[in-house]
């Protein structure tokens, strides 16, 4: 059989970027404050709800009022597809209204529109990290049930207000993080004597109806839409050949990969029934749930790729998403934010993936994020292109081994908010913003050496790598 090493003719490529991270304007237009407006050192910290430190997230980069420009270049690089989210508060500010905020969803058309006049098509996230405040706070966010019917409100909303606009979904960003940022992943606040898996697995359940009950809504008011799910999943090896560390990171690996069981197979798996008995897990569950999950299920899984670590059995798990923390593997390099880069690793999740599932998969976040110099009015990001290039020859390896891969966002094609440290020095983009970690700058764009490379990657359908 002929080795073909290509990336077929469809593949959409693109970017991604989330609203919180870009956008700005955190209470313009009746916008009401999500848990992102209230971490200023980004989500590993939390919540810091009374803080008057600065918070870069409110004005970001300004987005909501520099889309216009910004599409126009990420059209300049030949984007097909351009992911964001829209920020559940500028749609219902609290999140328990019936009446959506007219404004906000003027904002999104506006954003929709601008994209397809340029043949770019809108792939939405629905819930990004930035779950209302007050949904949070008082009503319990996705620990209390109702907020099924606020989020499938939500969903209504904008499914019927953009069904000629957006034909791809995604539900909730990296849902498995709400093992590791609870607050921000899954919209709930874990009180001090609560037992942590019992609140964090039941707000999955009610995560999990919501999804199939969104997929199912999606697909009845938008005949062509696609559904997605979404997952961390960067890559994480046992650090020895010990079966100790083997098997742990399997448990470990399986964590993660638990939430793609559930809304990809539409079954709870066999292994979390052990996991809930040891910790005193008892999942509420009503009527049909199990049949909704089991019936409306993703049409596809998108992840986010960055780095990939390695786990010593009984060393703590903080991050159980490949990456967060883990010990250091000795035969890769790192980033200057100390994310090890492991190309192959790509190529060994996507396999993995398709393995477990046969569905498409969608590399929805990948990219490198540091510091960028301007020297006499130029960045040289060679370190970047580099990063996308390694990557992009395993995913054509991914392709040759059977993987369906439906396309390839890059995460932050224009300079955004750390999610992780609230940040702006950590810059992945291949558009640089005029703003620093200390809130000063004029908002100016200005291209970096990656952004013609990019283009190029594009127009030749990454042939010429
Ligand atoms: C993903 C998130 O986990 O990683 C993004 O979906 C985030 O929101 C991205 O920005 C990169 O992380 P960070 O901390 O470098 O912004």
Same mark, same amino acid.
Request: with cysteine.
């Given at each position: 059989?002929?080795?073909?090493?290509?990336?077929?003719? $469809?593949? !959409?490529?693109?970017?991604?970027?989330?609203? &919180?991270? +870009?956008?700005?304007?955190?209470?313009?237009?009746?916008?009401?404050?999500?848990?992102?407006?209230?971490?200023?050192?980004?989500?590993?910290?939390?919540?810091? /709800?009374?803080?008057?430190?600065?918070?870069?997230?409110?004005? +970001?980069?300004? *987005?909501?009022?520099?889309?216009?420009?910004?599409?126009?270049?990420?059209?300049?690089?030949?984007?097909?597809?351009?992911?964001?989210?829209?920020?559940?508060?500028?749609?219902?500010?609290?999140?328990?209204?019936?009446?959506?905020?007219?404004?906000?969803?003027?904002?999104?058309?506006?954003? *929709?529109?601008?994209?397809?006049?340029?043949?770019? /098509?809108?792939?939405?996230?629905?819930?990004? *990290?930035?779950?209302?405040?007050?949904?949070?706070?008082?009503?319990?966010?996705?620990?209390?049930?109702?907020?099924?019917?606020?989020?499938?409100?939500?969903?209504?909303?904008?499914?019927?207000?953009?069904?000629?606009?957006?034909?791809?979904?995604?539900?909730?960003?990296?849902?498995?993080?709400?093992?590791?940022?609870?607050?921000?992943?899954?919209?709930?606040?874990?009180? /001090?004597?609560?037992?942590?898996?019992?609140?964090?697995?039941?707000?999955?359940?009610?995560?999990?109806?919501?999804?199939?009950?969104?997929?199912?809504?999606?697909?009845?008011?938008?005949?062509? +839409?696609?559904?997605?799910?979404?997952?961390?999943?960067?890559?994480?090896?046992?650090?020895?050949?010990?079966?100790?560390?083997?098997?742990?990171?399997?448990?470990?690996?399986?964590?993660? !990969? *638990?939430?793609?069981?559930?809304?990809?197979?539409?079954?709870?798996?066999?292994?979390?029934?052990?996991?809930?008995?040891?910790?005193?897990?008892?999942?509420?569950?009503?009527?049909?749930? !199990?049949?909704?999950?089991?019936?409306?299920?993703?049409?596809?899984?998108?992840?986010?790729?960055?780095?990939?670590?390695?786990?010593? +059995?009984?060393?703590?798990?903080? @991050?159980?998403?490949?990456?967060?923390?883990?010990?250091?593997?000795?035969?890769?390099?790192?980033?200057?934010?100390?994310?090890?880069?492991?190309?192959? @690793?790509?190529?060994?999740?996507?396999?993995?993936?398709?393995?477990?599932?046969?569905?498409?998969?969608?590399?929805?976040?990948?990219?490198?994020?540091?510091?960028?110099?301007?020297?006499?009015?130029?960045?040289?990001? $060679?370190?970047?292109?580099?990063?996308?290039?390694?990557?992009?020859?395993?995913?054509?390896?991914?392709?040759?081994?059977?993987?369906?891969?439906?396309?390839?966002?890059?995460?932050?094609?224009?300079?955004?908010?750390?999610?992780?440290?609230?940040? !702006?020095?950590?810059?992945?983009?291949?558009?640089?913003?005029?703003? $620093? &970690? /200390?809130?000063?700058?004029?908002?100016?764009?200005?291209?970096?050496?990656?952004?013609?490379?990019?283009?190029?990657?594009?127009?030749?359908?990454?042939?010429?790598?």
């Amino acid at each position: 059989m002929n080795k073909t090493k290509s990336f077929p003719k $469809d593949f !959409l490529w693109g970017g991604a970027i989330a609203a &919180n991270q +870009a956008e700005g304007a955190y209470l313009e237009d009746g916008k009401g404050l999500s848990t992102a407006d209230l971490m200023p050192y980004g989500l590993m910290k939390g919540i810091q /709800e009374n803080s008057t430190d600065l918070n870069l997230y409110h004005e +970001a980069v300004d *987005f909501y009022h520099h889309y216009k420009e910004d599409i126009a270049m990420f059209a300049e690089m030949g984007f097909k597809v351009f992911r964001t989210s829209i920020a559940w508060s500028r749609i219902f500010p609290k999140g328990d209204e019936l009446i959506p905020n007219e404004k906000g969803l003027e904002f999104y058309d506006n954003l *929709f529109d601008e994209l397809l006049t340029y043949g770019i /098509e809108p792939i939405v996230t629905i819930s990004h *990290f930035e779950t209302p405040w007050h949904l949070v706070k008082e009503n319990g966010g996705w620990k209390n049930r109702k907020t099924i019917d606020h989020y499938i409100r939500y969903c209504e909303t904008i499914f019927t207000r953009y069904k000629d606009k957006v034909k791809y979904w995604i539900g909730f960003n990296e849902i498995n993080n709400i093992h590791t940022i609870p607050t921000a992943g899954g919209g709930i606040l874990i009180e /001090e004597n609560e037992n942590r898996l019992q609140a964090i697995y039941q707000a999955s359940h009610h995560m999990f109806v919501a999804s199939a009950l969104a997929t199912k809504l999606c697909q009845e008011i938008i005949t062509d +839409a696609k559904m997605g799910a979404m997952l961390s999943l960067s890559g994480v090896y046992p650090n020895t050949c010990h079966p100790d560390d083997v098997f742990e990171t399997y448990e470990l690996r399986r964590r993660s !990969l *638990f939430f793609s069981d559930v809304l990809l197979r539409g079954t709870y798996p066999s292994y979390i029934n052990r996991i809930w008995d040891k910790h005193g897990v008892q999942v509420k569950m009503e009527g049909n749930d !199990l049949e909704l999950i089991k019936k409306h299920t993703a049409d596809y899984l998108g992840f986010s790729y960055y780095r990939s670590t390695t786990h010593k +059995a009984g060393t703590p798990i903080l @991050g159980h998403t490949g990456g967060i923390t883990g010990t250091p593997n000795p035969f890769l390099e790192s980033t200057s934010w100390g994310w090890q880069i492991d190309s192959k @690793g790509l190529r060994y999740v996507c396999n993995e993936l398709y393995d477990r599932y046969q569905k498409p998969l969608f590399i929805i976040e990948n990219g490198m994020g540091t510091n960028d110099e301007i020297v006499n009015g130029e960045i040289n990001d $060679d370190y970047r292109i580099d990063y996308i290039k390694v990557h992009l020859k395993e995913m054509k390896e991914a392709i040759d081994d059977g993987v369906e891969l439906m396309g390839y966002t890059y995460w932050g094609p224009i300079d955004i908010v750390s999610a992780g440290t609230g940040e !702006l020095k950590k810059r992945y983009g291949f558009i640089y913003v005029d703003r $620093d &970690n /200390e809130g000063k700058g004029t908002f100016k764009r200005l291209k970096k050496k990656s952004f013609n490379w990019y283009k190029k990657v594009i127009e030749t359908n990454g042939a010429d790598l």
